[in-house]
């Protein structure tokens, strides 16, 4: 996999602090490793898992669906609420429609983090997408991701180790998710930041107006340079610097370490 392997860093805080970093659909850890090595430099222990299906087969992404990715992220939190006292979640695109789902349905979520998530699709990749994994998916069972990524950044583009196709099976679980998590918004509790970059290709920067009033988001911001991937773009640093000081201002309280 190399550069879409997950990740796992100790952060220096002694495990007050861990991160969820949670990549995109038919992406990999890659997308969140940029933000996941300035998160850990700030102390916090931080962790990119990869999502069922993903880094393997387009047919494996076929076999799974958004039950999968919810269950493995709740997984993964379960799993990192055992070494750190207080966690945040991050996710990009998918991701960030499973940090808000996370947030929504598990109690103890410190913080969480939005970036790119797409309540729907629009323009002519959502009616392409909709056609596809509704009454064409019977003959037409992946789409080709023309174009790569869709991230400004040419080298990122160009070294991303996502897949190059999508399954129509998989992309229908992921459009049944969207109104899932829409519904779940108002049951979040802890403080949520939204991030989104107005010249998104895949995820309409109106969605970003969406969670952000119905989970009561406590900062939206909206990026001019980007396109979908934030993350990894060429704002990226902006990003991280963002992300940062919200997980900080949201999880430190004082108290001292609890690792188990």
């Known amino acids: 996999m190399g550069l879409g392997e997950p990740f796992d860093l100790v952060g220096s805080d002694g495990g007050e602090v861990g991160v969820l970093c949670v990549h995109g659909f038919s992406g990999t850890p890659y997308e969140m490793r940029v933000l996941g090595a300035s998160l850990h430099q700030a ?25 999968d990715w919810a269950a493995a992220v709740e997984a993964e939190a379960a799993a990192l609420a ?14 960030g429609l499973l940090a808000l789902h996370l947030a929504a349905t598990r109690p103890g979520i410190s913080a969480v983090v939005t970036l790119a998530a797409p309540l729907w699709l629009g323009g002519l990749v959502g009616g392409v997408a909709r056609l596809a994994a509704g009454p064409l998916a019977r003959w037409i069972p992946r789409l080709p991701k023309l174009g790569g990524s869709d991230v400004r950044d040419p080298a990122v583009r160009a070294e991303n180790p996502c897949y190059t196709s999508i399954p129509t099976r998989a992309l229908a679980q992921l459009l049944a998710f969207m109104p899932v998590v829409d519904a779940a918004l108002p049951q979040i509790t802890a403080p949520v930041l ?3 970059a107005r010249h998104d290709h895949t995820a309409p920067v109106a969605c970003a107006a969406r969670i952000a009033e119905r989970a009561r988001a406590q900062r939206l911001r909206i990026l001019p340079r ?4 934030i993350a990894v773009d060429v704002e990226r640093d902006i990003v991280a610097a963002e992300v940062g000081a ?10 001292p370490a609890c690792v188990t």
């Open 43 to 67: 102390g916090f222990t931080v962790r990119g898992p990869l999502l069922p299906g993903h880094g393997t087969s387009v047919d494996d992404l076929a076999r799974t669906g958004w039950v």
């Open 82 to 95: 055992q070494r750190c006292r207080r966690i945040a979640v991050v996710g990009e695109s998918l991701g």
């Open 194 to 196: 939204v991030m989104h």
């Open 226 to 229: 980007s396109y979908h991937l």
């Open 246 to 255: 919200f997980v900080r201002d949201h999880t430190r309280q004082g108290d």
